[in-house]
């Protein structure tokens, strides 16, 4: 059955989210941080045979928990450093490794929540990578930068935390737009949010400082569907971008969908 046919109703967010029995290599050790119940996930890296360690805190809400999309993407990127032949990343990473100039690659991540994927990006790719969230989820994404910072710098790598609204130009112009490739995952969930989160990626990947057209950069999202109103994110993207599948994980055992891994490029 495809995607388009499962019915929306039967398909509920509230129990996608991560547990031990979707990912192997997550240890979860429940612990207690200033009061606050929170949540020690340890993800082996096979590559740079390291564990990185992520700081959830449940009842802070959903940009503090670990999705499935964010670590089907983590995966990825770990069999990507591993084998490169036969990572579905490949030919993305190596076109934006060509417009680098031998320098690290510089990448955003976008609703980066606990910061796992820009965390592990950082570490298997040895990149300069900047996570960004709510002004309000940046707390626990410094706190896990800095929790793995040894790892990630074992491989050349660095991670730098920012506030980013979507849709506010003034935020944009704080970060700069000078990234070679954006990364995110689970991030088309609420509708209201469709049309800021494509005016950030038309001003990040589209404009230059200038206002002029600037060089093409690719966004990779990973993307569990839950709603039957997410395709008409998909149809507005497809207006400013060419959009196609790099990936497609099997479903999770009690799910009948799984995660998607896509690749936006720019219209000329």
């Given at each position: 059955?495809?995607?388009?046919?499962?019915?929306?109703?039967?398909?509920?967010?509230?129990?996608?989210?991560?547990?031990?029995?979707?990912?192997?290599?997550?240890?979860?050790?429940?612990?207690?941080?200033?009061?606050?119940?929170?949540?020690?996930?340890?993800?082996?890296?096979?590559?740079?045979?390291?564990?990185?360690?992520?700081?959830?805190?449940?009842?802070?809400?959903?940009?503090?928990?670990?999705?499935?999309?964010?670590?089907?993407?983590?995966?990825?990127?770990?069999?990507?450093?591993?084998?490169?032949?036969?990572?579905?990343?490949?030919?993305?990473?190596?076109?934006?490794?060509?417009?680098?100039?031998?320098?690290?690659?510089?990448?955003?991540?976008?609703?980066s929540g606990t910061g796992i994927v820009g965390i592990v990006a950082a570490a298997t790719l040895g990149g300069d990578v900047t996570i960004t969230d709510l002004p309000h989820v940046v707390p626990n994404l410094q706190f896990n930068a800095d929790a793995n910072k040894e790892v990630v710098g074992s491989t050349g790598g660095?991670?730098?935390?920012?506030?980013?609204?979507?849709?506010?130009?003034?935020?944009?112009?704080?970060?700069?737009?000078?990234?070679?490739?954006?990364?995110?995952?689970?991030?088309?969930?609420?509708?209201?949010?469709?049309?800021?989160?494509?005016?950030?990626?038309?001003?990040?990947?589209?404009?230059?400082?200038?206002?002029?057209?600037?060089?093409?950069?690719?966004?990779?999202?990973?993307?569990?569907?839950?709603?039957?109103?997410?395709?008409?994110?998909?149809?507005?993207?497809?207006?400013?971008?060419?959009?196609?599948?790099?990936?497609?994980?099997?479903?999770?055992?009690?799910?009948?969908?799984?995660?998607?891994?896509?690749?936006?490029?720019?219209?000329?």
């Amino acid at each position: 059955m495809s995607n388009e046919e499962i019915d929306e109703d039967e398909i509920n967010p509230f129990t996608m989210l991560l547990t031990d029995d979707q990912d192997h290599t997550l240890n979860s050790v429940t612990t207690v941080h200033e009061g606050t119940p929170n949540q020690q996930d340890h993800h082996h890296l096979r590559s740079i045979q390291s564990t990185v360690v992520i700081r959830q805190l449940p009842s802070e809400g959903l940009s503090f928990q670990l999705w499935p999309a964010a670590t089907a993407l983590v995966s990825l990127l770990d069999l990507h450093r591993l084998n490169p032949s036969q990572s579905p990343l490949s030919a993305t990473l190596s076109a934006a490794r060509a417009t680098a100039n031998d320098r690290p690659l510089k990448i955003l991540e976008l609703g980066s929540g606990t910061g796992i994927v820009g965390i592990v990006a950082a570490a298997t790719l040895g990149g300069d990578v900047t996570i960004t969230d709510l002004p309000h989820v940046v707390p626990n994404l410094q706190f896990n930068a800095d929790a793995n910072k040894e790892v990630v710098g074992s491989t050349g790598g660095a991670v730098k935390v920012a506030s980013l609204r979507w849709g506010h130009a003034d935020d944009v112009a704080k970060i700069g737009r000078e990234f070679d490739i954006i990364l995110a995952s689970d991030v088309v969930y609420h509708d209201h949010l469709y049309d800021p989160l494509l005016e950030t990626l038309r001003l990040m990947t589209l404009v230059s400082d200038d206002g002029k057209e600037r060089k093409k950069m690719v966004f990779v999202m990973a993307h569990l569907r839950r709603w039957k109103k997410e395709s008409s994110f998909f149809k507005k993207a497809k207006k400013l971008f060419e959009v196609d599948v790099l990936h497609t994980d099997s479903p999770c055992e009690g799910s009948r969908v799984g995660v998607i891994i896509y690749r936006f490029v720019g219209k000329v």
